[in-house]
């Protein structure tokens, strides 16, 4: 099982940026992804998960109506597509695989996820 991210960049505070997750090892029929992102010196926090096989989304009330998930089942890869950016965005994003059964109950803990890809940076300029 593998997850790789891509995407992360320096972008100014309003921009746009899609950060990617590449899944290898499994498939979308039974496992959610999620995106978690953690800043210097805070706790890493649950921004979005998506478990296509329950029509499933959720969004951290901080992202809601600027962050979207997606999910290209032919290429098993996750997007989120990330608007109106703020410096408060900042933080190392990454992607997070766990059992669809489990992470519908509480999507946002990252103890639900069993694999993490490596991260990528996410830096919004002000």
């Known amino acids: 099982v593998q997850l790789v991210e891509s995407g992360g960049d320096l972008v100014q505070a309003g921009g746009s940026l899609r950060l990617s997750c590449a899944a290898s090892?499994?498939?979308?029929?039974?496992?959610?992804i999620g995106w978690f992102r953690q800043a210097p010196g805070k706790e890493r926090e649950g921004v979005s998960c998506?478990?296509?096989?329950?029509?499933?989304?959720y969004y951290a009330d901080s992202v809601q109506g600027r962050f979207t998930i997606s999910v290209d089942s032919a290429k098993n890869t996750v997007y989120l597509q990330m608007t109106s950016l703020k410096s408060e965005d900042t933080a190392v994003y990454y992607c997070?695989?766990?059992?669809?059964?489990?992470?519908?109950?509480?999507?946002?803990?990252?103890?639900?996820?069993?694999?993490w890809g490596q991260g990528t940076q996410v830096t919004v300029g002000s």
């Open positions: 998506i478990a296509s096989s329950e029509g499933y989304t």
């Open positions: 997070a695989a766990g059992e669809t059964r489990w992470v519908v109950a509480g999507a946002g803990d990252p103890r639900l996820y069993y694999y």
């Open positions: 090892g499994f498939t979308f029929d039974d496992y959610a």
